[in-house]
Structure formats: structure tokens, C-alpha cells
């Protein structure tokens, strides 16, 4: 068995690694991961990631001490990029935490009982996508005071209907099946036809989702920090430190174009491991 | 069924998903913490002026009572008190709104004239060096931000090469043509006034093209996975057989079949461009519908807010019961199928 399994695992990294910007994206988004884990390790100035000020150093240019330069109250920008990784990535942690279950209830629901629930499910559905995300969360965001925490609140509120809509359009496809059927007539219970045979098979697509969906978020959380409606500073947040390096623009260009950068590193690394998933599942969404 | 009864139904449903998005804005308006009369008149008000206030504008009713009044306040075109402007919104949101509606414009325009060419040149040349430079073009822009390719564009163009006005709508030396659509480049166009005009179209440019990456992205890849599929049918390789050129083949034949997707994903990617409106009139200072909703947003201005999403909402789904429409005529099967 444990030959078979071998097997598989290597005929699945073949498939991955069958595209080479798909390994490029494991590269990137497994060094990310580090980074932001050990940030306060790796990064030359731990205390930077915070109100900390160093008035004699600002707005310096990059050179060896600073790689990325400094701010205009002296911090290290590089720090800041890296805790700003751990921002990003812990904003699309709570905000899937939230969404997918949500989603992946609903839509099994909907797909599995059919009939008025499955209308009254969609059309809610359909009504909140028909408010631009951003929109929506900019609302939410604004009957709540804007932070981080309520960023990600805001955003979870709305992410589950991607997941509704996914996992009900698998239900769809297989609940007349012959297997479904034959469990029903023996009389196995609803929760567990749910849960134990027809979600399984959605988990792959709902992989493929959450990976993409990271780079979704990302960029979605950093426009919301940019409009300053997220993350207030002094949190290292990407989208905060873009807006306001935008102030000091075109002179010190360096504290808009490096937390730019970083967000593109973080968008691109995540599409193209999600590009690599898909090849390598299987699955068209 | 016919046409109309499918316009009919797809106008329905327009109407309750508004109607739904109208209950969910006021809800969200209903649990903002804190006395929206006292908010209204500030912290000098007297408790009579603040309980006059509260009466009039309904706040001791039920929750359903307050939500149609509401609902026949926005009907005979009351929005509400701004306020920071303290205008009717509705007087704001037509001030605002046309700067917003021509960047769209402007932004659909570039989504189709270089969108689906790039996707039909890519079906053409399968595989060739054309193709996987547009497949990465495509990619990055539907990946990267919007609001960073407009940063990348300010930074290029504005400041790097000095070619490009950086903010704003007009150049501070002119002064817009009399108003008519609030537009300003149809305003001058309209009028003969083509200083204006082509001043108007260069601060358009950069937000307009930023605006429009993703949905290039998305529409080239549509095109080119439709087209692909299309380019084997047999009324095509009949059409090669007989010796028609390419190009029509490509463009005419081809192109109409292939379009219907893309104009499917037009509509499915609104939402986000209007998201990004948000960002984009931000970089830019675009003085649009968008930023007018940041400002409230910030300050806390509830009336413009829920004018502002409302309207928003409203655009969106105008946009989709367009593309409803253009869907059916393109497409018989559309509106002879019996499901929505």
C-alpha cells in the first residue's frame, strides 16, 4: 500500500511540476510562510514593526543598513514588508476560516435538499454577490469602526458565497447518482450522505479555491488598508504603507514601491500555486 | 419563449435582487451604534431640537414602518440629508456620478478594443511566440491589483517620463464646457470644444487603462478558449476549404460565436471593476461617485453611504440586464431556453 501511495504522490508532483511557474509559486509562497513565521528573527529591526520611531534616520534612501530604506519616522521598510507579510497572510487565514465552512454548509444544503431551500439559498446568494465585494465590505467595515479585526470580519461575512455557488453547482452534478440514491434507500441519514459522501468529492475544487482566494483576499484586504479602511497604522500593513508612501511620492519612492512590490509577489506566488493545483487535481472551476 | 418574456423575467428579477439589497442597506444603516439625529445636529443641539428631529425623520417608529418610509422616501427622490454636505444625497450622487460613469466608459471601451483582439489573435497563433507573450500579459493583469497597476502607471508616466497628468480630471488652465451630461469629454466633444476634449482624454487615460487590466485579462482569455473551441467546427474547416481568408474567417465568422462568453464575463467581472472604481478614483483623486463614498464612509455619513451603495448596486445590475438583453439577441438559445 504504502508502494501505491508513493506512486501517487510522485505521479502527482510530476503533474505539478509539469509547469515550471507552478513550482516558482510553491518556491515563493513556502518562503513567505517563513518569513512572516519568524519574522521577528529574520527581519534587522524587530521593533520597527511598530509605533517605534527613529527620527534621525528618516527618509533614508536604500543602502546596506536599510535595504528597502526608511520611512518618514525612520523605520527599516524591509521590516515592515516582512511583518507585512504576516498581515496578509493572517487576514486570509481568518477570513477563509470564516467563509468556507459557511459556504460549503450552505451550498451542500442547497445542492442535496433541492427544491424551495435550494431557491431561497441561491437567490440570497445571488443578492449578495450582486454588491461588489469591496463595496460590501466597505459598508460593513464602516458600521464597525475600521481595523484589522473588523477587516477581516467584514470580509468573511461576504467570502461564503463563492463557496455557496462552487459546492452546490458539485451537489448539482452528482446528488441523482446511482450511490447517493442506494444510500437513501438504505436509509443512511442526510447529515451523513452530506458530509461523508458528497463532500469529499468537492474537496479538490474547494482546495483549488482557498489557494487562489488567499491571492484574492490579499488584494482585496490591501485596497481596503489603502482606502484606510483597514488596518490603522502604525500596523505594518501592505495597503497602509502603500497609501502612505503615496504622500512622499515621487521623491521617496521607496516606501510605495517595495510594500507594491511585496503585494505582487503575494498575488502572483499563490495564483500560480493555485494554477499548478488545478493542473494537477483536475479541476476546472 | 420569447424574447420579451425573457427580458421580462430577467427585469423581474433585477428589481427583487434591488429590493433585497435596499433591505440589506437599511439594515446595515439600523445598526450603525450611536443617534443618527444627534449625529445629524451635532453635540451643541438641544434634546427638544434632537427629539423634533428623531419625529421627523421617523426614528421612534418600527423598524418595517421606518423601512417604507425609506423606501417611498428614495421613490419621490429623497435620499436624505448628507452630512457633510448637507445636501439631498441625491443632489450629490448626480453631481459625482458622471465623473464615475465615464471612467467606466471608458474603461469597457479598452476591455473590448484590445481584449478580444488579443484573444483572437492568441486562437490564431496557437502556441506561437504572440500567443504565450499575450497568455502572461493576460495573467499578470488579471492578477496584479488594480489599484498598483495605476500606481505603476502614475510612477512611469507622471513622474518618471513627465508625459502623463498624474491627478485630477482637467488641467488646472482650463475650465470645463457647460455642463449637459457632467461628462466632461462628451460635454466638450458636444460643444466643439476640443482643447478641452483632448485634456479630458489624457487625464482619462492612465485611471481608465488601469481600471480596465483585469478585465482585458479575463476577456483575451475567454475569446481565446472560445474562439479555440469554435475554430474546430465544421462550418469553419468548410469555410478554409472553400478559401476564405483568414482574417474574415477570424473576425466575422468566428468572432460572433465566440463573443457570447466574453460578454457573459463583462457582466461577471462589473462587480469587481466597480470595486476597484473605489481604489482607482483614490490614486488618481478622481472626484467621482466612489471617492465622494470614501469620504462618507469615513466621516460616517450613513444617508450617503447607503445612496452610494445603492447606486452602485443599481449600476451593477442595469449592466447585467444590458448584457441580459444583448445575450438574447446574439444568442437564440439564450432566451429559447426554458430554465433562467
Not at chain 1, 116 to 134: A, K, N
Not at chain 1, 198 to 210: D, G, Q, T
Not at chain 1, 246 to 275: E, K, Q, R, Y
Not at chain 2, 48 to 69: C, D, F, K, P, T
Amino acid at each position: 500500500m504504502s508502494f501505491l501511495k508513493n506512486e501517487r504522490i510522485k505521479e502527482n508532483w510530476y503533474r505539478f511540476s509539469q509547469n515550471k511557474t507552478s513550482v516558482i509559486g510553491l518556491i515563493i509562497v513556502l518562503t513567505i510562510i517563513i518569513l512572516a513565521i519568524f519574522a521577528p528573527y529574520l527581519t534587522p529591526y524587530p521593533g520597527h514593526r511598530g509605533a517605534q520611531t527613529d527620527f534621525r534616520n528618516t527618509f533614508q534612501s536604500p543602502s546596506r543598513s536599510h535595504i528597502f530604506g526608511t520611512d518618514d519616522v525612520g523605520r527599516d521598510v524591509f521590516t515592515r514588508v516582512i511583518f507585512g507579510f504576516r498581515f496578509s497572510l493572517l487576514l486570509s487565514a481568518i477570513v477563509l476560516i470564516i467563509g468556507v465552512p459557511i459556504g460549503t454548509i450552505l451550498g451542500l444544503t442547497a445542492g442535496y435538499f433541492g427544491g424551495r431551500i435550494e431557491m431561497v439559498i441561491l437567490r440570497f446568494t445571488d443578492m449578495m454577490l450582486s454588491i461588489p465585494p469591496l463595496v460590501m465590505a466597505l459598508s460593513i467595515s464602516a458600521v464597525l469602526t475600521p481595523n484589522l479585526r473588523n477587516m477581516m470580519i467584514a470580509l468573511g461575512a461576504i467570502w461564503w458565497t463563492w463557496y455557496t455557488r462552487l459546492v452546490r453547482s458539485i451537489v448539482v452534478s452528482i446528488r441523482n447518482e446511482n450511490f447517493i440514491k442506494s444510500l437513501k434507500l438504505m436509509g443512511i441519514g442526510h447529515l451523513h450522505i452530506m458530509f461523508k459522501e458528497i463532500l469529499p468529492n468537492c474537496i479538490s475544487e474547494i482546495l483549488v479555491k482557498v489557494t487562489l482566494d488567499i491571492a484574492f483576499i490579499i488584494q482585496l484586504g490591501a485596497g481596503l488598508s489603502f482606502l484606510g479602511l483597514g488596518a490603522q497604522p502604525p500596523t505594518p500593513a501592505l495597503g497602509t504603507m502603500i497609501s502612505q508612501g503615496t504622500f512622499h511620492l515621487p521623491t521617496d519612492w521607496w516606501m510605495t514601491v517595495f510594500p507594491a512590490l511585496a503585494i505582487l509577489l503575494l498575488v502572483f506566488g499563490f495564483n500560480w500555486l493555485g494554477d499548478g493545483l488545478k493542473d494537477m487535481l483536475d479541476v476546472e472551476l | 419563449m420569447k424574447y420579451i418574456e425573457y427580458l421580462l423575467k430577467r427585469l423581474i428579477y433585477s428589481v427583487v435582487v434591488l429590493f433585497g439589497l435596499s433591505v440589506i442597506i437599511f439594515i446595515i444603516s439600523r445598526v450603525i451604534p450611536g443617534d443618527p439625529a444627534r449625529m445629524a445636529l451635532g453635540p451643541h443641539a438641544t434634546r427638544e431640537q434632537v427629539e423634533a428631529l428623531r419625529q421627523s425623520m421617523g426614528l421612534h417608529l418600527s423598524l418595517i414602518e421606518q423601512y417604507i418610509m425609506y423606501i417611498t422616501n428614495l421613490f419621490r427622490g429623497d435620499f436624505g440629508m448628507s452630512l457633510v454636505s448637507r445636501r439631498n444625497v441625491l443632489v450629490d450622487l448626480k453631481l459625482y456620478f458622471p465623473a464615475t460613469l465615464e471612467l467606466i466608459i471608458y474603461t469597457i471601451i479598452w476591455v473590448v478594443i484590445i481584449g478580444v483582439p488579443m484573444g483572437v489573435v492568441s486562437a490564431a497563433k496557437k502556441d506561437s511566440k504572440v500567443d504565450n507573450f499575450f497568455k502572461t500579459l493576460s495573467f499578470s493583469a488579471v492578477v496584479a491589483p488594480a489599484f498598483i497597476i495605476g500606481l505603476a502607471f502614475q510612477l512611469i508616466f507622471g513622474y518618471a517620463l513627465n508625459i502623463m497628468p498624474i491627478t485630477g480630471r482637467l488641467s488646472s488652465a482650463l475650465s470645463a464646457s457647460p455642463r449637459i451630461t457632467g461628462m466632461l469629454s462628451f460635454d466638450a466633444l458636444i460643444q466643439g470644444d476640443f482643447q478641452v476634449f483632448f485634456n479630458s482624454l489624457r487625464h482619462l487615460l492612465l485611471p481608465s487603462l488601469a481600471l480596465s487590466m483585469p478585465g482585458i485579462g479575463q476577456v483575451s482569455r475567454i475569446t481565446r478558449a472560445s474562439m479555440l473551441e469554435v475554430g474546430t467546427k465544421d462550418y469553419i474547416s468548410v469555410m478554409h476549404s472553400y478559401g476564405v481568408p483568414d482574417g474574415i474567417i477570424n473576425f466575422i465568422y468566428m468572432l460572433k460565436p465566440a463573443f457570447i462568453p466574453s460578454l457573459n464575463i463583462i457582466g461577471m467581472t462589473f462587480a469587481s471593476l466597480l470595486g476597484n472604481a473605489f481604489l482607482i478614483e483614490q490614486v488618481f483623486s478622481w472626484p467621482g461617485v466612489a471617492r465622494y463614498g470614501i469620504n462618507a464612509l469615513l466621516k460616517v455619513d450613513v444617508n450617503a453611504l447607503m445612496g452610494v451603495v445603492l447606486l452602485i448596486g443599481a449600476v451593477f445590475l442595469a449592466t447585467n440586464f444590458i448584457i441580459d438583453l444583448l445575450m438574447g439577441l446574439l444568442d437564440p438559445r439564450v432566451r429559447l431556453s426554458e430554465e433562467d
